[in-house]
């Protein structure tokens, strides 16, 4: 009889297949992503395809660092990693351990790779950026001598505040020649002391921006003692360059005005300064001069003789007033003394027994008020003017004279 085998002998057989096969252990696949997910556990699931057929791929969370971009629809890519069976399902997938570019990887790499091993040298360390001057004499420029990065400096710059000097290194900025140029013009423009120079070019792809990823510019930038502004590309490219300056513009335009001060805006403050110190010198002098002209008057009026006159007046009118307020007060402790001793002698205790009066307390010693607090046979003491009397209860009362 032939065999039969269950659905996990069978997915178990296969995986194990697929175990074996030395290639699907560590292979690279080229495609474009699609049904990409990014679950919320870290996980990322998606589609490899071509124009032939699609594969199932997954990108666990401990691997994400092998990932130096977001996954997009539609991007090639090349995804390495291993192909194995997910036997619940009985499918196969590839597991992913790193993605890169098609086409661009190996640049994407070294930017990664020179990005994180200048960050462990502190070169992006926010300590080590230096202020740009709010207010500059000369500017530096590092960049192509044509083009509309230029311009757009000279004209932003020019129109903030046409007293400030431009000085321009024309390097190059693209090709093989491109990096050590670039750090020429800023070696360059150091020596010419300037006070801040702007370094960057206008936009393009990675290999055209590559120049400013390069470690020697970075190198540069990092040990020129002169504040540096990196302006490389449009807002969303980000170069080596932008991490180590010690401020980074999205674009050359927007560098100048970072760089350049409006003069406009200078100037309307002093004179709002200028129009403000004025105004309260003004009030100082017109505030000092009716104090001195009261002063003055103040000094004809108040002589000694008159002073002393006045003093020797208010004292006598002083000592009138404290025996008054003596007297009054003497005259009111005086009556409130008598009328606490009447009161004294209303609530004496003495007093009320000589004018026949009593009170009645239990063995206890308190006072009895009630006559349900007693009963018959209980003892009691009766409090009179000149003693006490102990007594028995026979019977007691209520207020109606019933026998309680």
Partial sequence: MQNVYTVGQVNSYIKNMFVQDFLLQDLSVKGEVSNCKYHSSGHIYFTLKDGKGTISCVMFAGNRSGLSFRLTEGVQVIVRGCIDVYERDGKYQMYAKGVTRDGMGALYERFEQLKLKLAEQGMFAPEYKRQIPGFIKTLGVVTAPTGAAVRDIINIASRRNPYVQIILYPAIVQGDAAAESIVKGIHALEKERVDVIIAGRGGGSIEDLWAFNEESVAQAIFDCSVPIISAVG?????????????????????????????????????????????????????????????????????????????????????????????????????????????????????????????????????????????????SLMVYVKNGKIKTEVKETFCKDYGTT
């Fill in 234 to 378: 449009h807002e969303t490219d980000t170069t080596i360059a932008d991490y180590v300056a010690d401020l980074r513009a999205p674009t050359p335009s927007a560098a100048a005005e970072l760089a350049v001060c409006d003069i406009s805006l200078v100037l309307g403050q002093m004179e709002g300064i200028k129009a403000s110190l004025n105004r309260q010198i003004a009030g100082r002098i017109k505030l000092a001069r009716a104090n001195s002209t009261a002063l003055g008057a103040r000094l004809k009026v108040n002589s000694p003789t008159g002073r002393i006159r006045e003093r020797r007046t208010y004292s006598m009118n002083l000592e009138e007033r404290i025996n008054a307020a003596m007297k009054n007060k003497i005259v009111e402790k005086r009556h409130r003394l008598a009328i606490y001793i009447e009161r004294l002698k209303g609530n004496s205790p003495l007093d009320k027994l000589n004018q026949g009066y009593s009170y009645v307390s239990d063995s206890r010693g308190k006072t009895v008020t009630d006559v349900n607090r007693v009963s018959a046979g209980d």
